[in-house]
């Protein structure tokens, strides 16, 4: 989430340096020319400070120099320059753009269920039609996140451009954020995705159910409720290609793990691979029935597969 408070803080000067980590050859001509095309992107990520921005921010900064924004900027990942924002604030949204000036703008920031539901419609559907205005205005290349969440898991599986048909708040907040970011700005990529997990620090979901089980708490886990889990630095790599090289592509795109497990088939591998026992306390039990919950949410990924997006699911990721 990157909702913020109003507290004025200065904006930081831009760094001059723009690039790092490339291993490309200095005598290759094609090299340089896309050492020199890369150095001139200006790429600005909002939600700096959540779960995905941990690897998406330093991913990239392989692509070009990175500001982040956030809540508070001290929490904005490295090496992003951090910016305070309330994304929801359209004045502040048009001054950041104007210091900025980005080539490129990933919209990162969400607010999830359990927030509020007006926070939710402000961040998830209202900050995405000021921030595609923005784009809009000066040019810059969206790619807006978004969700497997806005459809009902009825007609899995469910293609790149298929309706969103949300059964939930959250959904339906971030399904209105895709229509309204592409009716204002109808070159924009919206990317929908799956639930977010990586190697190096733990998500949000597998933390909450590991301190359950720590506690000796019962623990219940959907059995039948699919999902296709994306490894976040597969998710982050995505993200970066569609902002700087693949600027041609817009509408609607699905990003997900090639690998569809159920909520608690991948549950238990993360416990596990975080060092957490499934214990007697774990009930495996049916979403069917459960008001709000889509039970089926498989994508078919055509057009990332057709980019080469490197999408491997979960067993795939923990054999590297």
Request: with cysteine; proline share 4%; hydrophobic share 45%.
């Amino acid at each position: 989430m990157a909702a913020a408070g109003r507290e004025s803080v200065p904006l930081p000067a831009q760094k001059d340096s723009g690039l790092r980590q490339f291993n490309f050859s200095v005598t290759d001509r094609s090299s340089l020319s896309l050492i020199e095309h890369l150095a001139m992107k200006k790429i600005l990520i909002t939600g700096a400070s959540g779960y995905l921005a941990h690897r998406l921010v330093p991913i990239a900064a392989n692509y070009g120099a990175v500001t982040g924004v956030a809540r508070d900027r001290r929490s904005v990942y490295a090496p992003a320059d951090g910016i305070s924002l309330d994304i929801t604030d359209a004045s502040a949204v048009q001054r950041v753009m104007d210091h900025v000036q980005p080539d490129a703008l990933i919209h990162a920031a969400a607010v999830n269920p359990g927030s509020g539901d007006s926070l939710m419609d402000a961040v998830n559907h209202q900050a995405a039609g000021v921030i595609a205005q923005q784009c809009r205005q000066r040019g810059t290349r969206l790619v807006l996140v978004s969700t497997d969440m806005v459809h009902t898991g009825l007609c899995a599986p469910y293609l790149d451009d298929a309706a969103a048909d949300p059964i939930n708040l959250y959904g339906a907040s971030k399904a209105s954020g895709e229509a309204l970011a592409l009716s204002i700005c109808p070159e924009a990529a919206v990317v929908r995705t799956s639930l977010i997990y990586g190697l190096d620090k733990i998500d949000r979901g597998t933390a909450g159910f590991q301190q359950r089980l720590l506690a000796g708490d019962p623990l219940s886990l959907f059995s039948d409720v699919l999902r296709q889990p994306v490894w976040v630095d597969s998710l982050a790599t995505a993200l970066c290609r569609l902002a700087v090289e693949c600027t041609e592509e817009s509408g609607l795109l699905n990003v997900a793990g090639d690998e569809v497990l159920s909520r608690a088939q991948f549950a238990t591998i993360l416990l596990q691979f975080w060092g957490t026992k499934v214990t007697g306390n774990v009930r495996f039990i049916s979403g069917d029935g459960i008001t709000g919950l889509p039970q089926d949410l498989r994508l078919v990924c055509t057009r990332a597969n057709q980019l080469g997006i490197d999408l491997p699911g979960v067993n795939a990721v923990l054999a590297r």
